[in-house]
């Protein structure tokens, strides 16, 4: 087998996992981790953006809970302020998140490495504090929570709804796939690969021809788009929206699960933010002071596996195929490929 | 007016103790180019620890004492178990960091509890200022904070390891070749920031609170200070800090607290648009 095809062997797995995750979690575990499955699909695409920009472009974005939060405010803010419907509101969410990081993008770009990590922290928490203190708005410390408006209704007797659980489920992992489908095309696209030459030198970059404002800004503004949608999902998810996600912590949470899970690699931030959503699921009951062993581990991750778990599994692969390769070159003739 | 004095003033004691973090912020950041994300950890673990020797001794001088040399080992220990084994990735020190913050964070929630205390400032009483009472213990934490800035400006240009520590920042190979330990300096480097923060925590504990969050607020602002300043450039890390909380302080006597934070968030982000590389970039080249 090659490195390749145990890639896809293991992306199918965890597809078909995914697809059947509504069945065989209450089989083997417990109801409850459906939610937490979802859950951990929706804060996933918050690392992804991260990744984005940090593994693929080489901007470290302090400030991506910012998108996040916007895409919360516009769903929650549309559907309990505005009157909108699903939709409407989802589409509010995300074109507001996708607008703000247009606009904190063409000023956040020009600068580079620790100055861009420090005026993302610096606009995210502006909108914090503004979340918090624009109470008729935003609901301030409280939040704002709101019913949910149905999907698609037919007649008067037949809606879809996120309120039936299947439904809802379902809902996140078509978005939440269609958005990793989404950065692989845009990856495997000449773009993909102008992110990758501004990330490994933009000197170079820009010498070749390639404008590297243009497509930071570009990266930037795919990952607000990213981060909203994930906003945009978990306030539906939890029909509630607070500033309490805008803050700087969320982002340095997403910075970490996308550098556990291996930056630079597309599913990674999955890896991460399902490490340590299990985690925290799983020692919080056995113990009150768990994050203190949660953060043992997050360091013993960098320093044993600091390419991350997405490292760590190509090593393992590669390692494997070369194993079968020495083994079907020895010619013993037993036919294992 | 009393207000904007009496606030203003308060913003430029706040100012020197956050400069005296921010420096130990910088060293480490400079010199071993960690992005320490735990710093306002150190902080908030200093002011915990100058509440322990208080809880005991009933004496809050000591903790001016025994404090910094607590956080002097402890830095040691977690620069030697941390930091060592990732040295020179910065992408990485901020997770190994972040995991650090969240283990002293926790742990103190664990040890000390999470109901935040407030201290009794080891000197009371007012004194007339600017016409109005000023609290004896502010001016006093300015003067300390001072003072340790100074002695730490004079230790940086005046000392051996000093010395060290500013050729292994300029040129680490070089400075190996000519038989600087580098390691010990990246170590020593790194206990001083843990120190510096520590002893900030022990000045400011009287001011703020005891509380195992206090970090979170404290260290958002340390980094602008750092980057503001220009990184590396320890004098203007020590004009950034005080000039934003002051601005910050003057900002609150006309609107609430929070108006002020956005308005000098705001200011902040201006100076890096028209000055990326720090107010006094100018003055350095």
Redesign the interface.
Known sequence: MTAAAINRLGLAVFALFTLAAPWLLPLVVDGFWVDIYSEMLIWSLLAASVNLL?GYVGL?SFGQALFFGMGMYGVAIGVAKLGLGFWPAFGLGVVLATAMAAVAGA?AV??TW??F???T???S??FY??A??WKPLTGGDDGLSFSMPPMLALGDDWELSLTDSTVQYYFIILVVGACYALMGVILKSPLGWAFRTVRENATRASLIGLNVYLIRLTAFIAAGFIAGVAGALFAFFGRYASASYMF??VS??A??WA??GG?GTLLGPVVGTSLLIVLREELSHAW??Y??L??????L???FA?RGLGGVWHALVRRVARAADEDAGGGDGEGRS | MELVIALGMNGIVWGLIIALIALGLSIIFGLLDIINIAHGDFFMVGTVMAWFVFETTGNYWLAFAIVPVLGFALGALIEYTVIQPIKNAAALSIVATFGLSIILQEGVRATYGAAPTRLTAPIEGTLPLFGLEYEIYRLFAALVSIAAIGCFFLFLHRTKLGTWMRAVRFDPETATAMGIPARRVYLVTFAIGFAMAALGGVVAGPITTVDFQAGVDVLPFCFMAVIIGGLGNMGGTVAAAVMLAFFEGVMASFTDPTMARIGSLCLMSLVLMVRPHGIFSGATR
Not at chain 1, 294 to 299: A, F, K, L, Q
Request: no cysteine; aromatic share 12%; net charge negative.
């Open positions: 940090f470290l000023l020009r600068l620790h100055y990590a420090i005026i922290v610096v606009f928490l502006i504090f503004t918090l203190s700087y912590h340095g949470e910075v970490v550098i556990i930056a009150e002071h994050l203190i949660v953060g043992v581990i997050v360091i991750v960098v320093i600091p």
